[in-house]
């Protein structure tokens, strides 16, 4: 009859970690918030490592036989856990670890902003260089043009010297 205690008083511990680790992942999806795709991840790893737990403690304290009682006992630790602080707990954990999360924004803000002001002139010095590049080729075309227009002109002038004039 004692074994069956401790088994059954170890059942109900078993249910309230499987709900206090669960509390943990629905803390965490408060704080910081991600995809539905990540939250079935999630899960499936959180019932997968459940299951394990179980069976281990299981095969651990009766050696892998499952009692009726014992899964009652994980039921009734579940349940006992469920109904007293878990909506406290998680409530005011996640709400505490919102405003922290809060509270380090903050800096984090400032800082943002200082790096965007320091950067500025770097960037603003490099719209300079990249303007006064734009600049050079724009002029480099127009002295080709002007050189193109300055060689026909010499190449007109040389025409009209090299004629000899019939003004006679």
Known sequence: ??????????????????????????????????????????D????TAGGVFLFSRMYEENDGVIRLYALAGILLGVI?????????LVKYISFF???????????LKLTARWIKRLKFPLSRGKILVLNYLSARKVRKKNDERTDKKKNAVKKEKKKRRS??????
């Open 80 to 88: 006992l856990y469920h109904y007293s602080v878990s909506e406290l």
């Open 44 to 47: 499936i790893l959180y019932w």
């Open 97 to 107: 670890l919102n405003k922290i999360k809060g509270f380090l924004k903050i800096p």
């Open 163 to 168: 004629k000899p004039d019939r003004h006679d």
């Open 1 to 42: 009859m004692n074994q069956e205690l401790i088994l059954f008083a170890s059942s109900v511990w078993a249910g309230v970690l499987m709900v206090a680790a669960y509390d943990v992942l629905r803390i965490f999806r408060r704080v910081c918030a991600h995809p539905a795709l990540w939250i079935s991840i999630e």
